[in-house]
């Protein structure tokens, strides 16, 4: 089973990993991170299939992919 894991403090909120994720698992927080930027948060964990593109996408290496 694969799983996300997204350092909210690194994420600035761009959502460019919401647009990458075919199954449309990402979407941007409600809570403001320490920077005040609203972080990328996955919805249902048990949906990702670990492609990795949300991690492939993130400018700010946020996301990291585990298989």
Do not use: W
């Amino acid at each position: 089973m694969a799983r996300i894991e997204i350092e909210e403090a690194r994420c600035k909120g761009c959502g460019l990993c919401t647009i990458a994720c075919s199954r449309q698992l990402l979407v941007l927080s409600e809570r403001i991170n320490y920077q005040g930027y609203t972080p990328a948060q996955i919805t249902d964990q048990e949906k990702c299939t670990g492609c990795a593109l949300c991690a492939e996408i993130c400018p700010d290496l946020a996301i990291v992919v585990f298989r």
